[in-house]
């Protein structure tokens, strides 16, 4: 899944041919497809049993802006016009970061959730990421503008690209953002266990730290291969990482989802109270004064 600071026409014929780009696009495609539909059921009950909320937007956004990317990048991969390419260049990265953006915004309104919409935490997790939808705006905007004045090949690739420090800006923000995530809902989650002494795998599925951990693992190996990748083309993967960061959002929410509705098979000995905020709805008043100062909620 190519983005218009692909690789240059030179290293891409060098060092990874269309048949390599196309290989990546596919396992790509491949992994969207097989996760809605192996998830579909529980998607139509979610969809059809909730009402209108912005964890659902952000949930639809992170579920079907995939399937506009695939569609782009074919269409990139297949136009026979040239002079369509900076159009489809710069919608592919536009939804690019409107992906990335959902998908962490899930993951701090989870650990902003954890906390009991707790103040400090509210601003420590604004500030960066705030930071970070600053440096992900300005670099789609660069992008946009490179576009215009770049000269495409067949299959859309451009003739030049955006310096690598410029596009690493916004993963060290984002990086510093999953650190901060990863740390707030870890020591929420040992705090826990500590006062009760549940099952640590439990707590574990219960505050999502599986995907948390994978999204910060996703983030340093696209880190790694924009910095030390050779021929400029840490981009393709870096696309990847945006789609998989996408696709780990939405499982967790509706994991989360399914984990209210079977709170009390799933952990009888605990308080039903314990799991009022698993599917994410972010009813702020109704929360605050449901969940005591002294509890951990589910999300």
């Not at 979610?46 to 937007?57: E, I, N, Q, V, W």
Request: charge should be negative.
């Amino acid at each position: 899944m190519n983005s218009h600071y692909a690789p240059t026409a030179a290293v891409q014929n060098e060092l990874l041919p269309p048949r390599g780009i196309n290989n990546v696009f596919v396992v790509v495609a491949t992994s969207v497809v097989y996760d809605f539909v192996t998830n579909l059921g529980d998607e139509l009950d979610y969809l059809m049993g909730s009402r209108m909320t912005l964890a659902k937007g952000l949930f639809l956004g992170c579920r079907y802006t995939p399937f506009v990317l695939c569609a782009l990048h074919a269409q990139m991969e297949f136009s026979p016009r040239i002079e369509d390419c900076p159009g489809l260049a710069e919608s592919n990265i536009l939804f690019l970061g409107i992906l990335l953006l959902c998908a962490e915004c899930i993951f701090v309104l989870r650990t902003y959730a954890l906390w009991n919409c707790d103040r400090r935490v509210r601003i420590a997790l604004l500030i960066l990421y705030s930071a970070f939808f600053c440096g992900t705006a300005v670099l789609v905007l660069a992008c946009g503008l490179q576009s215009k004045v770049t000269d495409f090949t067949a299959g859309c690739f451009s003739s030049t690209s955006i310096p690598v420090n410029f596009i690493l800006a916004p993963y060290i923000l984002l990086l510093l953002l999953e650190i901060e995530i990863v740390g707030l809902t870890f020591y929420r989650m040992i705090r826990y266990y500590r006062a009760t002494r549940c099952r640590l795998l439990t707590l574990m599925a219960q505050y999502s730290m599986a995907y948390i951990l994978a999204g910060l693992l996703f983030t340093l190996a696209n880190i790694v291969a924009i910095c030390f990748v050779p021929g400029d083309y840490g981009p393709v993967l870096e696309a990847s990482q945006i789609v998989a960061q996408g696709l780990l959002a939405t499982r967790m929410q509706l994991d989360l989802w399914k984990l209210n509705r079977h709170s009390l098979e799933m952990a009888p000995t605990l308080d039903s109270t314990e799991y009022e905020q698993t599917d994410l709805e972010f009813e702020l008043s109704q929360r605050a004064s449901a969940v005591p100062s002294g509890t951990v909620p589910a999300t």
